[in-house]
Structures are given as structure tokens and as C-alpha cells.
């Protein structure tokens, strides 16, 4: 599947927990909290463009599934990472204690991350597929993926 598309979050769960897992201070936390953030995911074969838009905050990303490469967190740390395919519906990306799978069901997507064994769904919402004009209810993790708008 191609994960294609612009994705605005719509809801989240378990965001403060994970932060303080991640180990953001409490007044970006709070900050962070209630920002509609927006992520477009540009896929290609094996190549994949990612921005993560939160506030005046933008991430952009570009890595090839399958190899390692170099990542931006949302808290400005550059981390090696491998982002890979399981089936043709998920992308997992795994870096420093934390993973990170993303969804893709018709035109759903879900995120749900994992810090130090900590499980944390991270977002849902709706979104845009490009190329099939569809909207649907999609999640976010704030580390790696993105609601469509």
C-alpha cells in the first residue's frame, strides 16, 4: 500500500505520558498538548519524504525502507533508526528504545508507538489519500507519524 498523503490529527491518547517518557520538560508538554498537528507522507517504492508540522515546528525526514538511516525527533535529537515494511500495511520504524507502528487500513491510519516496553496508542484521526480523494479517521504518533487533513 502506498501510505501517501496529508494527515491532521484528531485525537491522541496517552500523549503526556509518553512525552514524559520520551523526556520533554513539562511546559513544552503542556504547550504540545492541544496542537493539531499535521504530517504529509510522500511514498515512492522504497523511497518515503516525511514533514510533521506541530505549531511553528516543522521535521522533515526522508529515509529508503529498509535501511538505516539518519531521523529528526520532534525534540530536534538525530537519531539512527531503520524504517521497514510488515506486509504491505504497516511501516515500523525502531530507534533507541522506542518503536513506532504505523497503520494503514483502506483509508485509516493508526500510529502507535513504544517507549521502554511502555505501549501508548498516540493519535487518531481523519485524512486525505492522494490520488483516491478519500477522507477517514487516521492516527499520529508524535515522534513518527501524521494525520491527514
Not at 525526514?61 to 538505516?68: A, K, M, P, R
Not at 520532534?74 to 533508526?81: P, R
Not at 504491505?88 to 530507534?95: G, L
Amino acid at each position: 500500500m502506498n501510505f501517501s498523503g496529508k494527515y491532521q490529527l484528531q485525537s491522541q491518547e496517552n500523549f503526556e505520558p509518553f512525552m514524559k517518557a520520551m523526556g520533554l520538560p513539562d511546559d513544552l508538554i503542556q504547550k504540545g498538548r492541544d496542537i493539531k498537528g499535521i504530517s504529509e507522507i510522500e511514498h515512492n517504492g522504497k523511497h518515503v519524504k516525511l514533514t510533521l508540522t506541530y505549531g511553528p515546528k516543522v521535521v522533515k525526514n526522508e529515509f529508503t525502507l529498509g535501511e538505516e538511516c539518519e531521523l529528526e525527533t520532534m525534540t530536534g535529537e538525530k537519531v539512527k533508526a531503520v524504517v521497514k515494511m510488515e506486509g504491505d500495511n504497516k511501516m515500523v520504524t525502531s530507534f533507541k528504545g522506542m518503536t513506532s507502528v504505523t497503520e494503514l487500513n483502506g483509508d485509516t491510519i493508526t500510529n502507535v508507538s513504544w517507549h521502554s516496553g511502555l505501549a501508548i496508542p498516540v493519535f487518531e484521526g481523519h485524512g486525505e489519500v492522494k490520488g483516491g480523494g478519500q477522507v477517514s479517521d487516521i492516527s499520529h504518533s508524535p515522534i513518527f507519524s501524521s494525520p491527514r487533513p
